[in-house]
């Protein structure tokens, strides 16, 4: 082979096996994983460096030289084998992030590249968005009240365990409202952190809204729009005479399988339809119970249909919805919709 000049081409790193070209003499350390190169005697040949690649040049051919890597021993900054019975000591890359930038080790726990000033991953693990306000607690509720007698847009932030509303006991004071009693209604969390509502023996009762259809005995109160209905049994015929023999005028008596009576303010009943054999419907226009002025009302707002327990309430896709009397204890989600009294409110958890 002819004779050729010889020349440095890079430097292998004694940590992490990367060749280093060019540059890597100049830094003095590995690019990869910043672990300092050992040059040995200063002025040594860069052919009597363990770690180095000499290659040897000419016009017409080059010849590799092996490469001749020293394995360190634990302890100086390079990999060791496994030893027996114990663990690997790990490389320099583990305990450092490499600047991208500039290849400069950046050690775990700083924020900025010491050299360049790039922002380093462990910055932006730190960050994190903070909540606008110190009343917003995950898990925890909000009652926005979207409609009320005197007033409208307050909310009620229900971050204790339990929370009491009245007209003028508790922790949330309806005033002004007279369909609302002085303890009317108890919001509060259970063991696995979800909202109850529960009466507290109003003469009112607490409505919530319900979507699709739900099944309910007779006796239940729902409301549909700006009015309240009631579910009873069907009305039996009288046919019992005066006490001088004469029967009280009527129409004829058709039957039903039950009734929906108006409840009117002060408990009086207002108008009242039976259920035969099809389900009855209430609403604005062209129904059993129709009610024009009402605008809250949608044209066919709820179907009524009897069933062997009670009946089936059913609401036809209304944009204000359709609430039941709840009896007992009734869990809240996120966007239900609770009518105490006069007021209208809805759930909102905080994400």
């Not at 590799?64 to 490389?91: F, I, K, N």
């Not at 730190?126 to 606008?132: G, I, N, P």
């Not at 009873?232 to 001088?244: I, Q, S, Y």
């Not at 944009?319 to 239900?336: C, E, S, V, W």
Request: aromatic share 8%; glycine share 12%; with cysteine.
């Amino acid at each position: 082979m002819e004779a050729g000049t010889t020349e440095l081409f890079g430097l292998v790193c004694p940590a992490c096996d990367t060749l280093a070209l060019a540059g890597g003499e100049a830094s003095g350390r590995c690019p990869a994983c910043g672990a300092a190169y050992d040059l040995g005697v200063e002025g040594a040949s860069p052919a009597a460096v363990p770690g180095s690649a000499v290659v040897e040049a000419s016009a017409e051919a080059s010849v590799e030289v092996p490469v001749e890597v020293e394995l360190r021993q634990p302890g100086d900054g390079a990999s060791a084998l496994p030893v027996e019975g114990g663990e690997e000591t790990p490389m320099e890359s583990a305990r450092h992030y490499v600047c991208p930038s500039c290849f400069t080790p950046i050690p775990a726990g700083d924020k900025f590249c010491g050299r360049c000033g790039l922002a380093s991953p462990y910055e932006k693990q730190e960050l994190k968005t903070e909540y606008y306000s110190s009343t917003q607690i995950p898990g925890r509720v909000r009652l926005f009240l979207l409609k009320g007698r005197d007033t409208e847009w307050v909310s009620y932030h229900l971050n204790s365990r339990q929370h009491v509303l009245g007209r003028s006991q508790g922790v949330i004071i309806i005033d002004g409202d007279n369909w609302t009693s002085p303890k009317h209604a108890c919001f509060y969390y259970d063991d696995a952190n979800q909202l109850y509502v529960r009466d507290e023996g109003s003469l009112n009762g607490v409505f919530v809204r319900f979507r699709g259809s739900i099944e309910v005995p007779l006796g239940t109160q729902f409301a549909a729009g700006n009015h309240y209905f009631r579910v009873e049994p069907p009305a039996l015929p009288n046919d019992v005479p005066g006490p001088d023999g004469t029967y009280f005028f009527h129409g004829i008596w058709q039957g039903g399988d039950l009734k929906v009576v108006e409840l009117l303010e002060g408990g009086e009943p207002g108008n009242a339809a039976h259920v035969r054999g099809e389900p009855l419907f209430i609403g604005r226009e062209d129904c059993d119970l129709t009610f024009h002025d009402d605008e809250q009302m949608e044209l066919r707002h709820v179907q009524v249909e009897p069933t062997p327990n009670g009946c089936r309430l059913t609401d036809l896709g209304t944009k204000n919805g359709t609430f039941i009397r709840m009896a007992g204890d009734a869990p809240l989600q996120h966007g239900d919709y609770v009518i105490i009294g006069r007021q209208l409110l809805r759930v909102e958890v905080t994400p």
